[in-house]
Nanobody
Framework: VQLMESGGGLVQAGGSLRLSCTVS????????MYWFRQAPGKEREFVAQ????????KYADFAKGRFTISRDNTMNMVYLQMNGLKPDDTAVYYC?????????????????WGQGTQVTVSS
């Protein structure tokens, strides 16, 4: 399994970034896809979820109204559009996939992780 995140960078508060994740090693269209993030000194936390068909999404409270998760099953890609970024959004962002629908997604639900992509938001 390979998970490769990209699109991070340094942005000013209020700015936007679009993260991308390409997946190989399993049937992408059969996985519900997730974004997590981990800030320095903190646990990895759930950000967003999108089901296999892309028709249903769920967000952490801090992401609602600012972040949008989407996927392209023809390209094995999942995206996270982040608008209105805040310094508190500074973290390494990771994508992952799971065959099960996770009502309360947690980092421990996943065995493998990619390198992540660093997002830094300056004030």
């Amino acid at each position: 399994v390979q998970l490769m995140e990209s699109g991070g960078g340094l942005v000013q508060a209020g700015g936007s970034l679009r993260l991308s994740c390409t997946v190989s090693g399993y049937t992408f269209s059969s996985r519900h896809m997730y974004w997590f993030r981990q800030a320095p000194g903190k646990e990895r936390e759930f950000v967003a979820q999108i089901l296999t068909t892309g028709g249903d999404t769920k967000y952490a409270d801090f992401a609602k109204g600012r972040f949008t998760i989407s996927r392209d099953n023809t390209m094995n890609m999942v995206y996270l559009q982040m608008n209105g970024l805040k310094p508190d959004d500074t973290a390494v962002y990771y994508c992952n996939g799971h065959t099960l629908y996770l009502a309360t997604p947690e980092s421990a639900d996943f065995r493998f992780w990619g390198q992540g992509t660093q997002v830094t938001v300056s004030s």
